[in-house]
């Protein structure tokens, strides 16, 4: 991704998991993350985005350039 990118990684599953889903950036500096999985890439580096629900995650990693 480029500095600006945006990508929505949510996907569509039932109601019981979506509504206990969270995401979560091991690093915004990288890239920022909202509550329904759009993932704004914000600075050069690497950083990880987890979707967790339940017992269930899922990463995706994510390489920013300038």
């Not at 569509?12 to 091991?26: H, M």
């Not at 909202?34 to 890439?41: D, I, Q």
């Not at 995650?57 to 920013?64: A, K």
């Amino acid at each position: 991704m480029d500095e600006g990118d945006k990508i929505y990684l949510g996907g569509i599953s039932n109601d019981s998991v979506l509504s206990k889903a969270k995401w979560t950036s091991s690093d915004k500096s990288v890239a920022k993350v909202t509550s329904g999985g759009r993932v704004t890439a914000v600075g050069e580096g690497m950083c990880a985005i987890a979707w967790t629900s339940g017992t269930q995650s899922f990463v995706f990693y994510v390489y920013v350039e300038e």
